[in-house]
């Protein structure tokens, strides 16, 4: 860019005697509107006006994400620990982990790559403690799933009731 205008030496002009504008006028307002100019549309990229959004709340269903993760592992360490009702447990096990990847699919989360810890070691002494002990395990989530899904809007409702009936029927099949 060429600027056109007389820059004058000291107060005045030579051309018509009167006030112009010397160099050290022209070169700052030049870096005032190259500075300003740079400065705009950093203001667009919330580098100066900073409102710190508290972050959003998790989403009511996370605890019931975790907490089918955690029926999930109690079912497979009372397996291992009684080989002989596998064949009764690794199918409500699954179903408890397809309960999880379902749930945390529609609230946007990934699962754990590792299983979160059992709530308690339903693994007893004996395979009938054993059941007994998961039953009660079921019977407490149930009870939750049921208070989630009363809480729940519509579009969530339809899962967390079938969540409901599932954690029933997982009791009588382990009677």
Not at 140 to 149: D, E, L, R, W, Y
Not at 154 to 165: C, Q
Request: with cysteine.
């Amino acid at each position: 860019m060429v600027l056109t205008w007389p820059v004058g030496i000291g107060r005045t002009t030579q051309r018509n005697q009167s006030s112009g504008h010397s160099r050290r006028k022209l070169l700052r307002g030049g870096a005032l509107l190259v500075l300003g100019g740079a400065a705009a549309p950093l203001t667009g990229c919330d580098l100066f006006d900073r409102d710190d959004q508290p972050a959003p709340p998790p989403d009511p269903l996370r605890p019931m994400v975790d907490e089918a993760l955690a029926l999930a592992e109690a079912y497979r360490s009372t397996a291992t620990a009684h080989p002989d009702l596998a064949g009764r447990l690794d199918p409500i096990a699954e179903a408890h982990t397809a309960h999880a990847t379902e749930l945390a699919r529609v609230i946007g989360v990934a699962l754990p790559s590792a299983g979160v810890g059992a709530p308690t070691t339903a693994a007893g002494a004996d395979p009938t403690g054993a059941l007994a002990a998961l039953r009660a395990l079921e019977k407490t989530a149930q009870q939750s799933a049921s208070t989630a899904c009363a809480a729940a809007p519509a579009e969530r409702a339809a899962l967390l009731g079938s969540i409901v009936a599932a954690r029933a029927t997982h009791q009588e099949a382990l009677k």
